[in-house]
């Protein structure tokens, strides 16, 4: 004979298994992302509009974690006015030519930043591919393309990613989705 698991109201409630041996419930879920949100308001989006790269092959957007919490990217939203391809690349080097831009908190009206250096521009220079991590097909004009980053992309501390246009003609415009280890 087992033991009973009984509910901590003391209103004389048991848990119901079933013939298989698994407890049944009726949960809420919250993913990670949510959670982290909710409880320390830690996930911003990196917003860019019509960014026209100067060439081919320019870095766009410039993401360099300068803080000592972890920084994920989960997702990437992105649409160009030309067919081409988007390189997401682990990089290395200075950033030049870029300008700050102001991150949107997932939590309407929280003030809380990552420690980041975050950067926007058509050719953002000074940078070296330390190697491709994800690849976003924008086959069709201005419609918006979702790279969904199951196991995250992780950014530790000194480390940085860039996004790369390969047709210098396409304007992009889109959304990075931040989000900070606690």
Avoid at 48 to 64: E, M, Q, R, S, W
Avoid at 74 to 84: H, M, N, V
Avoid at 150 to 178: D, F, Q
């Amino acid at each position: 004979m087992g033991f009973k698991i009984e509910d901590g109201t003391g209103g004389g409630h048991y848990c119901k298994v079933d013939d298989e041996n698994r407890i049944t419930t009726l949960a809420i879920t919250r993913n990670e992302d949510q959670e982290i949100n909710i409880d320390h308001n830690k996930a911003w989006s990196i917003p860019f509009k019509d960014l026209n790269p100067t060439g081919a092959d320019d870095y766009v957007v410039y993401i360099k974690n300068t803080g000592d919490a972890t920084l994920h990217i989960s997702d990437i939203r992105i649409a160009a006015s030309a067919a081409t391809q988007i390189e997401v690349n682990a990089v290395t080097g200075t950033a030049s030519g870029g300008t700050s831009v102001t991150l949107v908190s997932r939590t309407v009206g929280a003030a809380v930043v990552p420690t980041a250096t975050i950067e926007i521009g058509t050719d953002i220079a000074g940078l070296t591919s330390a190697g491709t991590l994800f690849f976003i097909q924008c086959p069709t004009v201005d419609k918006q393309e979702h790279l969904s980053i199951s196991s995250r992309l992780r950014i530790p501390k000194g480390k940085a990613v860039a996004l790369l246009v390969e047709n210098g003609s396409a304007n992009v415009t889109g959304v990075v989705s931040l989000i900070e280890e606690v």
